[in-house]
């Protein structure tokens, strides 16, 4: 499991973590992550935000995290000029939940989060 490895991968000089980002690897362009993935450090249970806590920042730095919310279709709307799309982000529309809505027909107000990551 992830917390099994993350001891071994502890660097003995500075007793920290350290990843590797790849800038030109995925086919949709992304940054990539390795050795560990810090980009999916689990989340989304219990030991997956206790693993999160361990990562702190020396004295004087920060970590950062950005998060391009729904990018390569914000990027598509903007280069296609597609109306609909534009129309959605500017009203800070979720796509992602009214494509799981569609799929599922259901009202956009009902869609859970389960359904909204599956119709993604």
Excluded: C, W
Aim: aromatic share 6%; glycine share 4%; no cysteine.
């Amino acid at each position: 499991t992830y917390t099994d490895k993350l001891p071994l991968m502890i660097n003995p000089k500075t007793g920290r973590v350290h990843t590797s980002y790849h800038q030109a690897v995925t086919a949709t362009g992304r940054l990539s992550s390795t050795d560990p993935n810090l980009q999916n450090i689990p989340v989304r249970n219990e030991e997956g935000r206790r693993i999160r806590q361990a990562f702190i920042a020396p004295e004087d730095y920060v970590i950062v995290s950005a998060d391009y919310s729904q990018i390569e279709l914000r990027i598509m709307a903007h280069l296609s000029r597609d109306k609909g799309l534009l129309t959605a982000f500017a009203e800070g529309k979720d796509i992602h939940r009214a494509t799981a809505a569609e799929v599922f027909g259901l009202p956009l107000e009902t869609v859970t989060s389960e359904q909204r990551r599956s119709a993604k």
